[in-house]
């Protein structure tokens, strides 16, 4: 009987995170609406904003980003561009230096040794006064409306943080951009939903967000996943967090497995540093923010030790009956599939559904392997950029 428990309950925790949590919300807030108080357009009242950016060998990059931000239907007066260049090596300091003289708005902050991206970010803040900061990666290209989508909301005093769609910008079949992109785009949804109905979307991208500058809180050092320390500290101290999906934006997603991969170790990490960090607000345990929290993301960070435990049930309860021998072939067919479609992908053959299946393996791979070293200890959150355009 305990095992049979164990069994039951893993699987249900794996499918409230994945299926049945999804459903739900998406039933709760059908028929509901986003926040409708909003400044318009031309409102003289629009707030003064900084985009705040931290870069690292960009170069590729860096121009398209600064050009097409500039190029917003936002009034450019009431903008700055904060980029700080993060001891970069190539041409990123270079081609900031060149455009500034274009855009009075445009600052470049030098920092001559490596220092993470949070870090970079706690400093540029100390540069502004404005009421309303942006913060986005340089890979992030904003289309023109974008950032008076982030920053309509906030005429509604409840609004604290706003996310931004991002948009997937190139496929490839010998990769996993389909399959990153499926994802983000379901949990740009997942986050709206959140947003509806109780305020708390559970992490903004950190791609593409923006908040109040009150509510901003100095990420810790060695800290992971600034993102989402920065959403929960503005659930904590009870501000409004909603994802509008007008703001869009495009990001080229890792195609490369093993980019990819050693991404999802680092979000890893940073996700058990919050998870410590924020466990209270699963109390109370009825409210808005303890389900979605719960649900949509402790659950899934869990995801590596409950599949673990349904492989390990199932041995024990193999001999119990028809049933039970039927799943423990289907978990170890499972397992093989990463290996099969490895072997595929060397001689060019891609099958979607076997992509998909060994993306979820390997993310929940990365989760352990994230989880073993944020116990032994984070000794630097220094990153290096995903590679571009692969």
């Known amino acids: 009987m305990l095992w049979e428990l164990v069994f039951i309950l893993s699987i249900f925790c794996i499918l409230q995170s994945y299926l049945f949590y999804p459903w739900i919300i998406s039933l709760m807030s059908r028929n509901k609406k986003q926040n409708k108080f909003t400044y318009t357009r031309n409102e003289l009242e629009l707030p003064a ?8 060998n960009e170069e590729l990059v860096i121009e398209e980003k600064i050009r097409k931000t500039f190029e917003c239907n936002y009034p450019l007066d009431k903008i700055e561009f904060l980029i700080g260049s993060d001891a970069s090596t190539d041409r990123t300091n270079e081609i900031i230096k060149g455009l500034a003289s274009n855009y009075s708005n445009l600052k470049l902050f030098e920092f001559p ?11 540029l803040v100390k540069s502004t006064s404005n009421e309303i900061y942006i913060l986005t990666d340089a890979n992030v290209i904003f289309e023109k409306d ?28 010998d990769g996993i951009s389909i399959q990153e992109e499926k994802y983000i785009s379901r949990e740009n949804l997942i986050k709206y939903q959140e ?16 908040l109040r500058s009150h509510y901003y809180a100095p990420v810790p050092p060695r800290f992971f ?19 509008e999906l ?20 680092r979000i890893s990490i940073g996700n058990f540093q919050n998870l410590f960090r924020y466990w209270k607000l699963l109390f109370p345990i009825f409210s808005g923010v303890s389900f979605s929290f719960f649900s949509h993301k402790i659950l899934r960070w869990l995801g590596p030790f409950l599949l673990l435990l349904i492989f390990i049930s ?3 309860l193999f001999q119990s009956g028809f049933f039970f021998k039927i799943t423990m072939i289907g978990q170890i067919i499972l397992i093989i599939i990463p290996f099969i479609d490895a072997f595929l992908r060397s001689i060019n053959l891609h099958l979607n559904l076997l992509r998909f299946i060994s993306h979820f393996y390997l993310m929940n791979l990365a989760l352990l392997i994230g989880f073993i070293r944020f116990i032994e200890g984070v000794k630097s959150n220094i990153w290096q950029p995903t590679q571009r355009y692969q």
């Open 314 to 316: 199932n041995v024990f």
């Open 113 to 123: 040794a490596r220092s993470g991206k949070s870090f970079i970010i706690n400093e």
């Open 49 to 56: 904003i900084s985009i705040l950016l931290a870069a690292y």
């Open 246 to 265: 007008k703001a869009i934006c495009y990001e080229d997603i890792s195609n490369k497995i093993t980019e990819e991969f050693r991404r999802k170790v």
């Open 195 to 210: 947003g509806i109905l109780w305020g708390s979307m559970v992490g903004a991208f950190g791609g593409c967000y923006s």
């Open 146 to 173: 974008t950032i008076y989508q982030l920053v309509k909301h906030y005429k509604n005093p409840d609004i604290a943080l706003v996310g931004g769609n991002i948009i997937n910008s190139r496929f490839r079949k």
């Open 225 to 243: 996943m600034d993102d989402f320390y920065i959403t929960m500290n503005v659930i904590e101290n009870k501000g409004k967090c909603i994802n």
